[in-house]
């Protein structure tokens, strides 16, 4: 499944809209310790989480995770945004929290898998 | 910047590769620089993904230290065919117990760190676990030197790091 076909099932914002959605989201991770992104978080997952900061970005792209979905109707600044779309790691926002987002995207990628 | 040719393996086995960053205390917006370019150079060198992976996580927790805690300090690299070494030395206020310092969950970054989601006392375990080798020396006042070494040999699955 690519983040293209999660943005609706997630009521997710592209808020980098210059980065192609065609990457294959494997999994997830929730977290907002960065430290512990660093540690768990695999190549191909998505990546929620509460952090709007410009560090989001380097643990993403170090991790090659396949995007960074921000819950809670966070906004991160310009600046992150920037540095996303120079590292190519797409960013969504979206109204819910953690749990529901991290509910909804495990039932779609298992409801693939079947 | 991604290699990983044949020639570029085959290149890298006849020399070792060495260089180092400067970082920073404090500057925050240039987080990860440092090992997201040794990330790089070891991909380039076409080094396993797994050691690249280990290398990456030492490395990035090592620069993270030095930018919450320290004034300045150095990440410098030597890449052999048999290891990576990392050495990061720093210019801060060192660590004044080192075992507890150590233990996962212990910190003593301040609190607008930890709002950032760093700070949480995982830093010096991820840099242990990760590497083959780990020391680090420190004295209060003057600053704090690790050095990590990975090595480049697989190892067959029995290997564990995530204790």
Not at chain 1, 92 to 104: D, K, Q
Request: charge should be negative; hydrophobic fraction near 40%; proline fraction near 3%.
């Amino acid at each position: 499944m690519t983040i293209k076909e999660l943005v609706e099932v997630l009521d997710a914002e592209v808020l980098t809209p210059e980065l192609s959605l065609d990457l294959e989201v494997k999994g997830g991770y929730v977290s907002d310790l960065l430290s512990d992104v660093m540690a768990h978080a695999k190549e191909g997952d998505l990546w929620i989480t509460l952090q709007t900061h410009l560090n989001i970005v380097a643990v993403a792209s170090l991790k090659s995770v396949s995007g960074i979905v921000v819950v809670n109707n966070r906004r991160p600044g310009a600046e992150t945004l920037k540095k996303a779309v120079e590292e190519g790691i797409p960013i969504l926002t979206t109204p819910h929290t953690s749990f529901e987002i991290a509910g909804r995207l495990y039932q779609f990628l298992n409801a693939e898998k079947v | 910047m991604k290699g990983g040719s044949g020639a570029v393996l085959n290149k890298s086995m006849e020399k070792n590769y060495e260089g180092s960053f400067h970082i920073v205390g404090g500057d925050f917006s240039r987080a990860g620089e440092a090992s997201t370019e040794l990330k790089s150079i070891l991909q380039s060198l076409g080094i396993e993904k797994e050691i690249v992976r280990r290398a990456s996580i030492a490395t990035f927790e090592a620069e993270m230290n030095i930018i919450i805690y320290a004034t300045a300090g150095i990440l410098r690299y030597v890449i052999t065919p048999e290891e990576i070494r990392i050495i990061a030395e720093d210019m801060g206020p060192g660590i004044e117990d080192i075992e507890l310092a150590m233990q996962e969950g212990y910190s003593t970054a301040p609190e607008w760190v930890r709002e950032m989601g760093w700070g949480s006392g995982m830093g010096l375990p991820n840099m242990k676990k990760n590497s083959d080798e780990f020391y680090i020396d420190s004295v209060v006042g003057e600053g704090t030197r690790v050095e990590m070494v990975i090595r480049r040999q697989i190892f067959s699955e029995g290997r564990s790091n995530d204790h």
